[in-house]
């Protein structure tokens, strides 16, 4: 289980509310296939967390695309390297029935996601949205 920390959070509410769920969904994910859910159940699951990490990258995306982030691209690049993550990790899980070792290569991924990109990527957006913001309503 990775529990949700003060660290992880960007202060944009919209941002904040999906990387919160996606947390608590993927830990969810991850402790219940771990006993013995059905192939069956463990596949709705993965299919919502994969939806619910796509949707948010778009948003996100959309949303650093109205604000002129300078970053822009460089962001999206690291959400390409995470959909293809994704897909690959997916497939893992899917094809080994959700096996122990694919469990543990997901849960994996989703430290490196929350570690990595949120806390450094995700942050770098969240500073430059609280200054625009700032100087927009000033
Ligand atoms: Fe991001
Ligand atoms: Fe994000």
């Known amino acids: 289980m990775i529990p949700w920390d ?12 999906q990387h919160k769920r996606f947390l608590l969904k993927a830990n969810l994910f991850y402790v219940k296939c771990k006993v013995n859910t059905s192939f069956q159940e ?6 919502y967390l994969e939806k619910l990490l796509l949707s948010h990258f778009s948003e ?12 822009f691209h460089h962001h999206q690049a690291s959400h ?13 899980l899917r094809a080994s ?5 694919s469990l543990q290569e997901f849960y994996h991924c989703v430290e490196t996601f929350v570690k990595d990109h949120l806390v450094y990527d995700d942050m770098k957006f969240a500073r430059y949205y609280q200054e625009k913001t700032k100087i927009g309503s000033s």
Do not use: M, W
């Open 6 to 17: 003060k660290i992880f959070e960007t202060k944009i509410p919209l941002i904040d509310n």
């Open 80 to 92: 390409d390297r995470l959909r293809s993550i994704t897909r690959e990790v997916g497939s893992h």
């Open 42 to 47: 463990c596949e709705e699951d993965l299919s």
């Open 60 to 71: 996100e995306e959309a949303l650093q695309k109205e604000l002129e982030y300078p970053q």
């Open 97 to 101: 029935s959700f096996s122990n070792e």
